[in-house]
């Protein structure tokens, strides 16, 4: 192997069990939770076919006459975003359930959100960011409680948005 070959950097396999999610809520301070789990991280642009019929000879009719070629072509459709549903701990903090209150109150247009999962590696340094434009609490959740149990209390938001772009 040679000196070059030695020295040159591989980039790092990102682990999915660092993570967190800031919510920046405007002119509010922001906040940074973090999550156990990030489901729906999703965007898709489905395909739409075209179907032409072109000038070149294909077949022949039983009446002598030539038939148009079909060519079907596919073009990039709209692009959509799937829901984000985050999942955490449960703390005495009420900031979650009072964003999706408030959206569920009417007041949804104001509480719009830019919001950004960031990725670390092992050295706890930012290397991955994802900022979600448009985006609002659409269900909110904890899980069922039982008094014998040791677990711990689930809440559990879902996130609609409009778009996301890497940025980092």
């Not at 999703?42 to 395909?47: I, V």
């Not at 609002?136 to 209390?153: G, H, L």
């Amino acid at each position: 192997m040679s000196q070059e070959q030695s020295t040159t950097k591989l980039p790092e396999i990102l682990t999915s069990c660092r993570f967190y999610l800031g919510l920046a809520f405007g002119s509010q301070k922001d906040i940074d939770c973090h999550f156990l789990e990030c489901r729906g991280f999703q965007q898709t642009q489905a395909p739409i076919e075209i179907c032409e019929v072109t000038a070149n000879r294909w077949g022949q009719a039983k009446t002598g006459q030539v038939q148009g070629q079909t060519v079907r072509t596919k073009i990039p459709g709209n692009v959509k975003c799937g829901n984000l549903t985050l999942r955490r701990g449960m703390t005495s903090s009420k900031e979650l359930w009072d964003w999706f209150s408030t959206v569920q109150e009417g007041n949804w247009s104001q509480q719009r959100r830019l919001v950004a999962l960031s990725i670390y590696n092992q050295a706890a340094e930012e290397v991955a960011r994802f900022e979600l434009a448009g985006a609002w609490p659409s269900s909110y959740k904890f899980t069922d409680v039982n008094a014998r149990s040791t677990e711990i209390e689930i809440e559990e938001l879902e996130i609609a948005f409009e778009e996301f772009k890497r940025v980092k």
